[in-house]
């Protein structure tokens, strides 16, 4: 089969849901205005922004830092070590070679070292572990965000990761969490930075075409702790969908984000963390750390303490 661009060149990915296939360099070029669009939708940011860009080492998140340099965007990454033993240190070594090839050096967080890594803080606090990870990733995002003077933070997620969530969040009907599912999580006066995923056009599969015809080296296996078997599900039900139906998961999506108005405004809600047992209207800075926080100790200088103590209160 030809590529449908330049009608010359051997097609290399076939699209369905465009009607399309392309040869690589095509690809390319399709690729890059997928997520130009993405960006310019939405605003996410523009030319003067620098981006701090989360990156784990895998495919979405290298993927995502390779094209927004390659957009020409002033970009510097965010590795966040979790301390699972084996699985953090190949993901490291993913990031720092990306990283080093394209003479970048990566802002690394050690939870090891702030005292909490994964598996011993839900250990010890006896909370799942994605729980943990996620206030300790929000946490980071916004500290490093904040001292390094980021204003915007973006992530690697992909078409397929958000119709996975929005088709979960309808079917239990989470309205607080539809509210709030968007490309673009405001930043707000509360110290809590923008939070971006220029990905959110391009499927699961383009990202990973895109990897892997950039020659991109990423880490393939899946985290350890991952369980949450739940998402998988509506993942493959919407690939069945998708497969009868080329196009479902991006109109499925847009037509959400069309019924959906503006992005919810960045402030205090159910899933952001913030939404502290305590009931404060208005944030107050934590009495150990200074983040922003609903209660007088932020949550993760509360999990610390629980960690540091050895036992769940
Ligand atoms: Fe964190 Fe859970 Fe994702 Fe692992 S699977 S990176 S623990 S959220
Ligand atoms: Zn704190």
Redesign the pocket.
């Known amino acids: 089969m030809k590529c449908k661009r330049c009608r010359n060149a051997a097609a290399a990915v076939d699209l369905p849901s465009h009607h399309s296939a392309f040869c690589p360099d095509c690809f390319f070029v399709f690729f890059r205005r997928q997520v130009e669009e993405g960006i310019r939708k939405f605003s996410l940011f523009d030319s003067r922004d620098r981006v701090l860009v989360c990156v ?1 080492g895998g495919k979405d998140s290298l993927v995502l830092w390779d094209i927004l340099m390659e957009l020409g965007y002033e970009t510097e990454g965010l590795y966040i070590d ?1 301390g ?1 033993d084996g699985y953090s240190d190949r993901s490291r070594e993913k990031v720092l070679a990306f990283a080093g090839a394209r003479e970048k050096e990566p802002i690394v967080v050690d939870l090891r070292r702030e005292g909490v890594p ?1 598996p011993e803080a839900a250990r010890k606090s006896r909370k799942e ?2 729980s943990v ?2 206030t300790v ?1 929000r946490y980071f995002f916004n500290r490093v965000a904040a001292s390094r003077g980021f204003p915007v933070v973006a992530t690697g997620h992909n078409l397929d990761d958000e119709t996975a969530r929005l088709l979960g969040n309808l079917l239990h009907w989470h309205r607080e969490h539809l509210e709030r599912q968007h490309p673009l999580l405001p930043e707000s006066g509360e110290g809590l930075v923008r939070k971006v995923k220029p990905l959110w056009r391009v499927s699961e599969l383009e990202t990973a075409a895109y990897g892997f015809l950039k020659g991109i080296d990423y880490v393939t296996e899946e ?1 350890p ?2 369980e ?1 078997a739940t998402s998988l599900v509506y993942k493959e039900a919407l690939s069945l969908i998708e497969e009868k139906m080329p196009g479902t998961r991006s109109k499925f999506y847009q037509g959400f984000l069309r019924g959906n108005g503006k992005p919810h405004e960045g402030g205090r809600g159910k899933g952001t963390g913030r939404n502290e047992a305590e009931g404060r209207e208005e944030p107050v800075h934590c009495s150990v750390c200074g983040a922003p926080t609903y209660a007088e100790t932020c949550a993760f200088c509360r999990l610390k303490e629980m960690v540091g103590k050895g036992a769940a209160r």
């Open positions: 784990s979790l699972i994964i572990e994605c990870c996620g990733k985290c702790m991952s949450d």
